[in-house]
């Protein structure tokens, strides 16, 4: 069974900085594209950033010059390096990949950031 699991959320001030993790099992994550998503109540779930099986990385104009997203593939693990946080980064961050039995989500972290 394909489970990932995302940690490292938090509350932090603005201009702040937080690195989030998605850990995978189940899966061959060294071959999976993987991408974070977040969201906000009541607003469409919306993606960050994605990253190739090689480590190429693709951003939304929001977050792009402060998130670095990166894999460690040994450790069947994907990051969010959070930088120059804005209190409209605050959402429900959330990791996905695909599968052929369709997109599968982690439980999400909670980003929260402070004015």
């Known amino acids: 069974q394909v489970q990932l699991v995302e940690s490292g959320g938090g509350l932090v001030q603005a201009g702040g900085a937080l690195r989030l993790s998605c850990t995978a099992s189940g899966v061959n994550f060294s071959i999976k594209a993987m991408h974070w998503y977040r969201q906000v109540p009541g607003k469409q779930r919306e993606w960050v950033a994605g990253?190739?099986?090689?480590?190429?990385?693709n951003y939304a104009d929001s977050v792009k010059g402060r998130f670095t997203i990166s894999r460690d593939n040994a450790k069947n693990t994907m990051y969010l390096q959070m930088g120059s946080l804005k209190p409209e980064d605050t959402a429900v961050y959330y990791c996905?990949?695909?599968?052929?039995?369709?997109?599968?989500w982690g439980q999400g972290t909670q980003v929260t950031v402070s004015s």
């Open positions: 996905k990949t695909i599968l052929p039995s369709g997109a599968t």
């Open positions: 990253i190739t099986p090689g480590g190429g990385t």
